[in-house]
């Protein structure tokens, strides 16, 4: 397994960061500003994670996805431990992630990480998603916040 920087003539795989972010000009929008990571096994993209710097000694995790068949083998886990490193090796101190307060597989993974909740954001998903998202039966509404010092 590989894993490593998109390439500028490479197309993001946005099947896989659609899996984590529904909306594409989000999705877009974070690509334009941020450095977008691969996971490759043999030739095929199996994972994908997007840091977004948002000062000068904090990065944002803003997008961790799994191809839905390669999921529950700890890819996941391995994506956002690489993240930290690659965070703490272009110079940054702090590490952010939001997700969705139904994400609950997702609060578990980052807490498992070292992550620690530092806040919620309300109605977030709410407010800047036009369709309604469910998951685990719960409809997502809020954001939750979670951080690393690095």
Do not use: W
Request: aromatic share 6%.
């Amino acid at each position: 397994m590989e894993i490593r920087l998109l390439r500028k003539e490479e197309k993001p795989p946005m099947d896989l960061l659609l899996l984590a972010d529904p909306s594409i000009d989000h999705v877009e929008a974070y690509l334009k500003k941020g450095y977008c990571f691969l996971v490759k096994q043999d030739t095929q993209v199996i994972g994908v994670y997007v840091l977004l710097p948002s000062t000068l000694e904090t990065v944002e995790l803003k997008n961790v996805a799994v191809s839905e068949e390669h999921q529950g083998r700890g890819i996941g886990k391995l994506l956002v431990m690489d993240a930290m490193k690659k965070a703490k090796e272009k110079g940054f101190k702090k590490i952010e992630v939001g997700t969705g307060n139904s994400s609950i597989g997702q609060l578990a993974l980052y807490q498992k990480c070292g992550f620690r909740i530092t806040g919620i954001t309300r109605d977030f998903f709410i407010d800047h998603y036009q369709e309604k998202i469910m998951e685990n039966g719960i409809q997502c509404k809020d954001m939750i916040r979670l951080c690393q010092e690095l």
